[in-house]
């Protein structure tokens, strides 16, 4: 097969792409969230809820409802409504599950609660901060997947978030006099060793990191006051660079 | 250049203890920080320059501040369970001062064997600045434990810095000095040379700047590729003429001279590379085959001409086969000249193929007697018949 049939074909398949998209059921479906954390401790117990109202309006009769997560020792509930009165429920305990909607199951409310704790962080990152996905929900029909909903939020453990903080505290004092050399090479050490899960050492250097910043504005403070008193100090280094020169000269430092 | 040094055991924190004590007697601002770590405490209290906020004793609750007694793997185990400690040391150095960090220790032994790649995996992992090792080699005559020690520390080793500078202490006491007499003599030795090497690209502000003079990243760059390194040295006593350390002369800039005066120089320059090329290298080893080379010829600068060093970093050049030899000169105040010759990425080392050699076998060695002896034991506890049974 030549290659200018092939491409041909690609290009019609996109055009038959785009009318599809354009014309299939751009989801309508309204979803709302509660308990949705934006960040969370390694370990600690999140409980969110769905809730789609009117499941089938401008949405095709029959569709499944997938949901995914990446929080641990899950429970999904479903539960099908009517006028507030529960239909149906079903619960999961996978991480991800597909459940199936039916028009004739007289629903108009779909609640959906997931229950579980915050996973482990597998790579930390400072910025961007590490985070996980708490929830996504699909509607699929057919082959056709539109995603409803996909959260995620930041997590964490005591000694990240120690360290977090003190670099974030260093970030602010930096910026505040408008950058420092010193002090920004000590903080990237910071975020170093807080990738490299060095919690305790980011935290020493990021204060190391703070102080540096906070002396030089001291320090800025001083200047005038230094320049002041340099005439002085400036007199007296000659006098000892002299004497040092002479003395310099008298010994012999023997380097080879 | 500037440095950060970190001992590692006995020998690594004399060695850096040496260090300091030069760069301040000299003045010639090599060393930037200093650590010492120890699974010893008296090691650690024995030295003298290094500031006790920057000795560190490890491993406490193994060994009880008593050292590993040459057992490298347990040195090596210690230094990854205590590396927050040893951190802790190190989180005091500018590390945006330091042009490179260097890990010093006795391959031999056990705290700093064992110690000294776990460091420099750690600081590798941590810091841009590139780590340098400088290990020193066991006397032949100390036994089989502390070659085959230094065999497999020197395997690590390697792997774990940018390059491995490694003096040889076998070569060294030939001499027919004493041991303990002879590691004074010989940690000099080691100071001399290296501290020229690295004090090159640190010329300071006192000192005359010629426009050839070494810079801190042609160390680094001959350092760069890795590998093992080894250097040699020589010097010859010359007269520091009337005025010429003197104020007058530097403000005439005078630095005229008749061509016999030119020509001598030259050909002391070419004489002193041949000597610290082809004599006693930290680590002896075939010259031919190296892969970079470092020239650095340090002096009085009167004494000190671009054409002997030119010709200088030439011959080296045919003597290595290498086409990455740089040269250049390291003004000083004193009445030598000194030829230090780096000499990177060798590779023809049959003292580390007899290092090697001599570890195997007494690896062997080592098996046999315990295998001999967890049967002899087993003779005399067990009854011939076996008609005793133990209690549990
Ligand atoms: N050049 C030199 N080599 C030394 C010196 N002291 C010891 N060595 C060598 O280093 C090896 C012993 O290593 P040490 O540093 O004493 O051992 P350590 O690291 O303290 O380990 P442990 O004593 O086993 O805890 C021997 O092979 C010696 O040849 C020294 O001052 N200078
Ligand atoms: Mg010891």
Not at chain 1, 75 to 89: E, F, N, P
Not at chain 2, 103 to 132: A, C, D, F
Not at chain 2, 262 to 276: E, F, G
Request: hydrophobic share 35%; net charge negative; with cysteine.
């Amino acid at each position: 097969m030549s290659s200018i049939p092939c491409s041909r074909a690609t290009i019609a398949l996109l055009f038959v792409a785009v009318l599809v998209a354009a014309v299939g059921p751009a989801s309508a479906l309204s979803l709302s969230s509660e308990g949705v954390p934006e960040s969370s401790q390694v370990g600690e117990e999140i409980q969110v809820t769905y809730t789609i109202d009117d499941p089938f309006t401008d949405a095709p009769n029959e569709w499944t409802l997938q949901g995914e997560t990446e929080l641990e020792d899950v429970r999904w509930t479903v539960t099908v409504l009517r006028a507030g009165t529960q239909v149906s429920q079903e619960t999961y305990t996978e991480q991800s599950f597909n459940h199936s909607l039916d028009v004739d199951d007289n629903g108009d409310e779909v609640v959906v609660n997931l229950d579980g704790t915050t996973p482990a962080i597998e790579n930390y990152t400072y910025s961007p901060e590490e985070t996980y996905r708490v929830t996504s929900l699909d509607q699929r029909t057919g082959g056709n997947v539109e995603e409803l909903t996909n959260d995620s939020a930041h997590h964490y453990t005591g000694d990240s978030q120690e360290a977090r903080n003190a670099i974030e505290d260093a970030e602010t004092a930096i910026d505040e006099i408008g950058g420092h050399d010193e002090a920004e090479t000590t903080l990237n050490r910071a975020i170093t060793l807080y990738e490299a899960e060095r919690f305790s050492d980011a935290v020493e250097a990021a204060e190391d990191a703070q102080e540096k910043a906070e002396n030089a504005q001291q320090s800025q403070q001083t200047l005038t006051m230094a320049l002041m008193g340099g005439g002085v100090l400036l007199v007296l280094a000659l006098i000892g660079g002299g004497v040092y020169y002479w003395k310099s000269q008298q010994e012999t430092v023997s380097r080879l | 250049m500037k440095l950060a040094m970190i001992g590692f055991g006995q020998a690594g924190g004399k060695i850096v203890d040496k260090f300091l004590e030069y760069d301040q007697r000299t003045n010639s601002g090599i060393v930037r920080s200093a650590v010492a770590v120890n699974t010893a405490k008296a090691d650690l209290l024995g030295l003298e320059q290094i500031p006790e906020e920057h000795r560190v004793l490890i491993g406490q609750a193994r060994v009880k501040g008593h050292g590993v007694g040459a057992d490298n793997e347990l040195g090596a185990e210690i230094a990854e369970e205590d590396i927050d400690e040893i951190q802790g040391a190190i989180d005091n150095i500018p590390v945006h001062e330091i042009d490179a960090f260097l890990v010093v220790s006795g391959l031999g032994g056990g705290t700093g064997s064992g110690g000294s790649p776990v460091i420099s995996k750690h600081l590798k992992r941590i810091y841009t600045e590139p780590v340098y090792g400088l290990g020193v080699l066991p006397g032949g005559d100390e036994g089989g434990i502390y070659t085959l020690n230094a065999a497999r520390s020197f395997q690590t080793f390697v792997r774990e810095v940018d390059n491995l500078l490694v003096f040889d202490n076998d070569s060294w006491r030939k001499t027919g000095e004493s041991v303990q007499g002879g590691y004074d003599h010989i940690n000099e030795e080691i100071v001399r040379r290296f501290g020229v090497l690295f004090g090159a690209g640190e010329v300071g502000a006192g000192d005359n700047v010629a426009e050839s003079v070494v810079d801190s990243s042609e160390i680094i760059n001959t350092l760069a590729g890795g590998g093992v390194s080894t250097v040699g040295y020589a010097s010859e006593d010359v007269e520091l003429s009337g005025s010429s350390g003197g104020l007058l002369s530097r403000f005439k800039g005078d630095e005229g001279g008749s061509d016999m005066d030119t020509a001598n120089t030259t050909n002391r320059i070419t004489s002193l590379v041949r000597k610290a090329a082809l004599g006693r290298l930290t680590l002896p080893c075939e010259i031919e085959g190296a892969e970079r080379a470092l020239l650095v010829m340090a002096g009085p600068s009167q004494h000190l001409n671009r054409k002997g060093i030119e010709r200088g970093r030439k011959w080296l050049e045919e003597q290595t086969g290498s086409m990455e030899v740089r040269g250049g000169d390291y003004p000083t105040n004193e009445p030598r000249v000194a030829a230090a010759v780096l000499l990177s990425g060798i590779h023809n080392v049959p003292r580390i193929k007899e290092l090697q050699q001599i570890a195997i076998e007494a690896q062997d060695n080592i098996d046999d007697i315990r295998q001999q002896s967890e049967d002899n034991l087993e003779q005399l506890v067990e009854d011939d018949e076996d008609e005793l049974d133990p209690l549990f």
